[in-house]
């Protein structure tokens, strides 16, 4: 198992900026496929972002896309999600989700990934 820690929420004003940080405890993402996934109160957990560790493809759920920016950093264990433009609707828990062998169809769907961590809250508030 790859334990999952993700850091970064907080509290920011509407046209602001965070950076989230998925980091794996212990391992590599070295054949991983790494997402986000964020839950708003009262709504399904919705895709954010995805990327393939070895082609370093992206992908971007449509509420975000040209506002958030998924990468891997230098060293093979973490992940970030740049989020610029912040807006109220962008409230949520943020998930980190990990996992081998998610073919590209599957890359957006919760089920497709077993290593989850504990979630980081992002509020988007005057």
């Known amino acids: 198992q790859v334990p999952l820690v993700e850091s970064g929420g907080g509290l920011v004003q509407p046209g602001g900026s965070l950076r989230l940080s998925c980091a794996a405890s212990g391992r590599t993402f070295r054949q991983y496929t790494v997402a986000w996934f964020r839950q708003a109160p009262g709504k399904d957990r919705e895709f954010v972002a995805g990327i393939r560790w070895n082609s370093r493809h992206t992908y971007y759920g449509d509420s975000v896309k040209g506002r958030f920016r998924i990468s891997r950093g230098d060293s093979e264990n973490t992940v970030y999600l740049q989020m610029d433009s912040l807006q109220p609707d962008d409230s949520a828990i943020y998930y980190c989700?990990?996992?081998?062998?998610?073919?590209?169809?599957?890359?957006?769907?919760?089920?497709?990934?077993?290593?989850w961590g504990q979630g980081t809250q992002v509020t988007v508030s005057s």
């Open positions: 989700a990990g996992d081998t062998g998610v073919i590209l169809s599957n890359l957006r769907y919760q089920s497709a990934y077993d290593y």
